[in-house]
């Protein structure tokens, strides 16, 4: 089981970024996945989550209304569209597949990809 | 939205010690929807216990889950020196939150 996010970089206050998670070594659409993140020195705050198939999606409040995550499962990828960004969302971002197909902990983990948010 | 807190904030123990961690959520959690992780300085987060108390795959048994309703507990039976680390509590099942962790560095 491989994870492997890209799309990280430096964008200023305001501006738009797309994370992509490229997953390869098991059944994609049989599993949720997740975007968890961590801002410098701090501790883990999850982002968001999606069904194996796509249809459930969830959000962290701080994120509901600016991020938008969705998948492709004929590519294996999973992404996570940021709108509206500020400093505080600067973190690594990780991408971790769920152990279910809806809900479960995060088994598999990305090395994650640096978000800054910064003029 | 359940919110998770940690205590202690640090522990400072010694290899061959025994470690207690705590978790206590600010609702009861449903379906014992309940993780830990560790993890170490530059590398991703290690899932070690999921629904309560079941450990994940290659996770030694002086790892051991328990409790259940709002208040939790991984208990390290004896500490290794590669144990030495960050312990994240975890409440999943559609939307997730993560307590703020525990550290366990060396006394």
């Known amino acids: 089981v491989q994870v492997l996010e890209s799309g990280g970089g430096l964008v200023q206050p305001g501006g738009s970024l797309r994370l992509s998670c490229a997953a390869s070594?098991?059944?994609?659409?049989?599993?949720?996945m997740s975007w968890v993140r961590q801002a410098p020195g701090k501790g883990l705050e999850w982002v968001s989550g999606?069904?194996?198939?796509?249809?459930?999606?969830y959000y962290a409040d701080s994120v509901k209304g600016r991020f938008i995550i969705s998948r492709d499962n004929s590519k294996n990828t999973v992404y996570l569209q940021m709108r509206s960004l500020r400093a505080d969302d600067t973190a690594v971002y990780y991408c971790a597949r769920e152990t279910a197909t809806y809900y479960g902990p995060e088994d598999y983990w990305g090395q994650g990809t640096l978000v800054t948010v910064s003029s | 939205e359940i919110v998770l807190t940690q205590s202690p904030g640090t522990l400072s123990l010694s290899p061959g010690d025994g470690a207690t961690l705590s978790c206590r959520a600010s609702?009861?959690?449903?379906?014992?929807?309940l993780a830990w992780y560790q993890q170490k300085p530059g590398q991703a987060p290690r899932l070690l216990i999921y629904g309560v108390s079941s450990r994940a795959t290659g996770i030694p048994d002086r790892f051991s889950g328990s409790g259940s309703g709002t208040d939790f507990t991984l208990t390290i039976s004896r500490l290794e020196p590669e144990d030495f680390a960050v312990y994240y509590c975890?409440?999943?099942?559609?939307?997730?939150?993560f307590g703020p962790g525990t550290k366990v560095d060396i006394k």
């Open positions: 609702q009861t959690i449903n379906y014992n929807y």
């Open positions: 999606i069904s194996g198939p796509g249809g459930d999606t």
């Open positions: 975890q409440q999943y099942g559609g939307s997730q939150a």
């Open positions: 070594g098991f059944t994609f659409n049989s599993y949720a």
